[in-house]
């Protein structure tokens, strides 16, 4: 179970912390991944944290803005979002799975919305 805060409204430029609660142990060779969904599109990869090892993924398209990390006291994955545009204006989602496309992954959150006012 995942459970996802944090969004809210930011203007462009601004910074913004999504946080996941994972609720019991993924396996090892699962992944955290942050997903987002603009109105009208598709949903969009925006990273990924293994989840024993730590190592991460971000595709071209925030990659330099966005870093993921863990913490394995609290359970919680982190999406830190810097220089933030109104095109990152979307429902974030975080989920347990593999890879980089949304049917890799099995178990959702119930998303939460960002909003970036130019």
């Known amino acids: 179970q995942l459970e996802e805060s944090g969004g809210g409204l930011v203007q462009a430029g601004g910074p913004l912390r999504l946080s996941c609660a994972v609720r019991?142990?993924?396996?090892?060779?699962?992944?955290i991944a942050w997903f987002r969904q603009a109105p009208g599109k598709e949903r969009e990869f925006v990273g990924n944290i293994n989840w024993s090892g730590g190592s991460t993924y971000y595709p071209n398209s925030v990659a330099g803005r966005f870093t993921i990390s863990r913490d394995n006291v609290k359970n919680t994955v982190y999406l830190q979002m810097n220089s933030l545009k109104p095109e990152d204006t979307a429902v974030y989602y975080c989920a347990v799975g593999t890879g980089g496309r949304p049917t890799g992954y099995v178990y959702w959150g119930q998303g939460t919305q960002v909003t970036i006012s130019s």
């Open positions: 019991g142990r993924p396996s090892a060779n699962y992944a």
